[in-house]
Each structure stands twice: as structure tokens, then as C-alpha cells.
Nanobody, 116 residues
């Protein structure tokens, strides 16, 4: 069955970096665009970054442009989110998502906390 498993979250000081990973299984990973979202309590889930199936095109939310980089390794069925220059407002649970046969599939999320 389709599964997405995020990892790499944690506590980091402002200005620091983290690299999130999302390991995918149960579908042909290299055929699908992948997305990273984030959510804080009381707010809707926000799209952070998208990467096309071959990695040739990437898009970012304005709030993370120039600081975050999405990438993928189709040989490892994994999508990454490199987060630099982190700010307290980046604190959230981060999720990866794929749309497969018209349905959205989500991972369980990984907590990122930016605090001194």
C-alpha cells in the first residue's frame, strides 16, 4: 500500500538548518510530483514546496523562497526539504504529500521547532 514516512524534524535555533526526508513506497515514485506542506495549530495546512516527477521544476511559497530547497532522489524513492536560515515562524508540523489516482496521500508529519 502507498506509504509516506517523514523524518528529520527537531529543535533548531533561529538561523539554523534542518533537512527533512520523506521516504515513499507503494507506488511508482518517479512518475509523480511531490509536495511538502506545513501546519501550525489552528491554521490550515500550507503548501511549502513542489517538485515535478523528474525534478526539473520546483515551486515555493513566497515565505520560504531563497531559504528552502526541495529535491528528490528517484533511485531512493525519497524527497527532501533542505531548510536554511530558519525562523521561529517556520515552526510547524511538516508533511509530504502525493496525489495518486486523484486521491491525496499524506505522511504522518515531522515536527520542526525553531526557538532559542
Amino acid at each position: 500500500q502507498l506509504q509516506l514516512v517523514e523524518s528529520g524534524g527537531g529543535l533548531v535555533q533561529p538561523g539554523g538548518s534542518l533537512r527533512l526526508s520523506c521516504a515513499a513506497s507503494g507506488f511508482t515514485f518517479s512518475s509523480y510530483a511531490m509536495n511538502w506542506y506545513r501546519q501550525t495549530a489552528g491554521k490550515e495546512r500550507e503548501l511549502v514546496a513542489t517538485i515535478t516527477s523528474a525534478g526539473g521544476s520546483r515551486n515555493y511559497a513566497d515565505s520560504v523562497k531563497g531559504r528552502f530547497t526541495i529535491s528528490r532522489d528517484n533511485a531512493k524513492n525519497t524527497v527532501y526539504l533542505q531548510m536554511n536560515s530558519l525562523k521561529p515562524e517556520d515552526t510547524a508540523v511538516y508533511y509530504c504529500k502525493v496525489k495518486n489516482w486523484g486521491r491525496d496521500y499524506w505522511g504522518q508529519g515531522t515536527q520542526v521547532t525553531v526557538s532559542s
